[in-house]
């Protein structure tokens, strides 16, 4: 629950901070608040994937860290994007195109933790034999 509430939370200040808005004029802009819950589900998705790294306990922490560090820096590229976009939004295809990107951002995300997953396993399991066939 702390974390839903601190990703809707730390996208509101974003827009706020961004285009000079209150909360309550974000909350009544149908295109801001839809693209904000788009953000906010990446914002949810850095800041789980950065928990379960420091949860988790395995020997391969370094890898964790890495990823956590590019989905950080993932995340404000992509908040910048969709912000270069919420500029120039002025029509419902426009708000298409914003909420296009932000699942196209949310996707590669997850493919990313994905291929930084099977990474560490197979960096696990090799780790795994070399020692097997050093103790042999």
Do not use: H, P
Request: net charge negative; with cysteine.
């Amino acid at each position: 629950m702390f974390f839903i509430v601190f990703c809707d939370t730390v996208t509101y200040i974003m827009w706020a901070a961004l285009l000079g808005k209150s909360y309550d004029e974000i909350a009544s802009d149908d295109k801001l608040l839809i693209i904000s819950n788009l953000l906010n589900l990446l914002v949810f998705y850095l800041l789980c994937r950065i928990f379960i790294s420091i949860v988790e306990k395995n020997e391969l922490k370094e890898i964790k860290i890495q990823e956590s560090i590019f989905l950080l820096l993932m995340t404000a590229f992509e908040s910048f994007v969709v912000y270069g976009y919420m500029i120039n939004v002025n029509s419902v295809e426009s708000v298409i195109e914003v909420i296009a990107i932000l699942l196209g951002f949310l996707i590669f995300n997850i493919y990313i933790t994905y291929i930084t997953r099977k990474t560490a396993d197979l960096k696990r399991a090799t780790t795994g034999s070399d020692i097997a066939q050093a103790v042999s």
